[in-house]
């Protein structure tokens, strides 16, 4: 149940709370006192965006709703982490000076599909869009299916699952079919290149090693000269005109550090670190060397890395020719990797054909048999809810209307294989038309009307639900506005009902009346909404049957609110 809703800085309302109460609760005003507005606040709990022109920055809607534990609701809310209070939450969402939204369930942060979800299961806002969509036919069918209950909701769903399943394996059987058509063409091209790839027989980083290798003996004479030259420079070398080596010089230092030493310890640690450098350039030493006699310029080996970079190079581009992505050795080999299983798969594709098919088949099957289950609870659906709805059209003064649902048959699709129509005879002898071109406005409200009652009076109903009516009156008057007043009443017994209305019938009927009150101040226009007791509810009623409050049209109110009693 709605508990309360605050709005500030919509439209014309700057700050005013509504507080709502089980069963029916009438909303009325003059025209462009700000009754649209609520209905916007209400839009705006149920992730709708805002028209700039409807609010501006700093709108902000906050919502009390009341959870029963044990409900879908409260599942929802345990999932998000919602902090529920006495059974009660919390549901606000703000518009920021930048234009965005920022909406809050029970202190958790949401994204608007959130709030639409959470608030949608139990708020449903009906207003003159939804008569329109009332008049599409995929609206149609999800109203039936929500008539219909859990049995059409598990058959649509599994219906679904299989039809994803079998479009699958058809696109997966076209592919094969496919492939068998091409299939020795095809085997023979990657077997050959397979065939080409393991004569090569490239290794992962033999590319690189060739490039260091190729560069090694490519300037192996500088190489050797070069490193000799370091050898001789750390240790030293036979020429007795030399200048002294590294090493040599490192000696003298030793010695005369040990010299030092002798004489004054602290010098002691100096000496370590000379005698460590001279092993370090030692050792060193060494190692330059035979690096340096290690190089060595071998014409046949470097002509032979020649060649195996070029047979590589020319593996890449006869491979990269088919298959684009095979732009180096790596790629290559990926590209075997996956031909050597395409391979494979074209040797087995009779057997995996054949499987698939039979597959397919037995999906077909399954489908067929679901379709036809959810075909005929539709049927037995259809009939039901033609006959609650054209109860209720003659409790709405369309005692001569019929209300039927078609089922007919169409081409597969997700939720079956069923077009279902909302059909309407005004009276006997005229034919079914669909309600799209066989309603007026009025009619559609009723029609609207007739088919929420059955449906909150139906065994997979959600009771306790909220419905806010926009209008629902539009279009009608007299009689037929008092039903539907009575009709509200009745559907306010199993939910909680909010309707918007100009007309004093329908207003009358309902257990509680707010009306919504534009004042001036100054320069400033501003709408709050007041809570009316008997005497100022007969006083508004008056003026909404006859503009003013005089003694008749207080009478008349009067009996009014009595006789809807």
């Known amino acids: 149940m709605l508990q309360s809703l605050r709005i500030r800085n919509i439209g014309v309302i700057d700050d005013t709370c509504l507080e709502f109460a089980p069963g029916f609760t009438a909303l009325t005003g ?64 703000r518009v920021t000076a930048d234009g965005r939204s920022r909406a809050h369930i029970g202190g958790v942060t949401v994204p608007l599909k959130n709030l639409a979800a959470v608030v949608g299961s139990v708020v449903t806002l009906h207003g003159q869009a939804d008569q329109l969509r009332l008049r599409d036919a995929d609206t149609q069918r999800v109203a039936l299916d929500s008539y219909a209950g859990e049995d059409v909701q598990t058959l649509r769903t599994k219906h679904g ?264 005879t005004p009276h006997p002898g005229a034919p079914a038309s669909p309600i799209a071109k066989g309603a007026s406005g009025g009619e559609l409200s009723r029609i609207m009307l007739a088919l929420e009652v059955a449906l909150a009076e139906s065994e997979s109903s959600n009771h306790g639900g909220v419905f806010v009516f926009d209008e629902i009156d539009a279009g009608i008057g007299g009689r037929a506005a008092r039903a539907v007043g009575q009709r509200l009443a009745r559907l306010a017994d199993t939910a909680q009902v909010i309707v918007v209305t100009h007309l004093p019938q329908v207003a009358a009927c309902a257990n509680r009346q707010l009306s919504v009150v534009k004042e001036v101040n100054g320069e400033n226009t501003i709408s709050r909404v007041i809570e009316l007791d008997e005497t100022n509810r007969e006083a508004e009623l008056a003026r909404m049957l006859s503009g003013d409050d005089t003694q008749t049209a207080l009478a008349h109110a009067r009996e009014l609110l009595r006789s809807s009693k």
Not at 64 to 77: C, G, N, S, Y
């Open 161 to 424: 699952q299989l039809l994803t399943r079998h479009r699958a394996l058809l696109r997966e059987i076209q592919e094969l079919r496919s492939l068998l058509e091409k299939r020795d063409e095809r085997s023979a091209v990657l077997t050959a290149l397979l065939e080409k790839i393991a004569a090569v027989d490239p290794q992962p980083d033999e590319q690189e090693e060739l490039r260091v290798r190729q560069q090694r003996l490519t300037n192996a004479v500088e190489l050797r000269s070069n490193a000799s030259a370091v050898g001789n420079a750390l240790l030293g070398s036979q020429d007795a005109y030399d200048a002294p080596s590294l090493a040599q010089l490192l000696d003298s230092a030793v010695s005369y550090a040990q010299d030092v030493s002798r004489l004054d310890d602290t010098f002691a640690p100096f000496t370590a670190r000379l005698e460590a450098l001279r092993l370090e350039v030692s050792d060193l030493g060494s190692e330059v060397v035979r690096y340096a006699d290690s190089v060595e310029a071998s014409p046949g080996a470097l002509e032979e890395i020649n060649q195996r970079i070029h047979d590589l190079n020319s593996l890449v581009r006869d491979v990269s020719a088919m298959f684009p992505q095979a732009q180096d050795i790596p790629g290559v080999l990926s590209v075997s990797a996956s031909a050597a299983g395409e391979v494979d798969r074209l040797q087995d594709a009779d057997g995996r054909l054949a499987k698939l098919e039979a597959e397919a088949a037995e999906l077909e099957t399954q489908l067929s048999s679901v379709g036809t289950q959810l075909t005929a609870a539709r049927r037995e659906a259809a009939q039901r809810l033609s006959a609650a709805a054209t109860a209720e059209l003659a409790q709405l003064m369309m005692p001569h209307a019929r209300f039927s649902v078609e089922v007919s048959d169409a081409p597969r699709r997700e939720h079956g294989c069923d077009a279902i129509s909302f059909l309407l």
């Open 30 to 93: 003059e025209t462009g006192a700000g009754k649209t507005m609520v209905l916007t606040g209400l839009a705006m709990l149920l992730g709708v965006r805002l028209d700039a022109t409807r609010a501006g920055a700093g709108a902000s809607v906050e919502g009390i709703l009341r959870v029963e534990a044990k409900t879908a609701l409260a599942d929802e809310l345990d999932a998000l982490g919602a902090e529920v209070e006495d059974g009660e939450v919390i549901i606000s969402r």
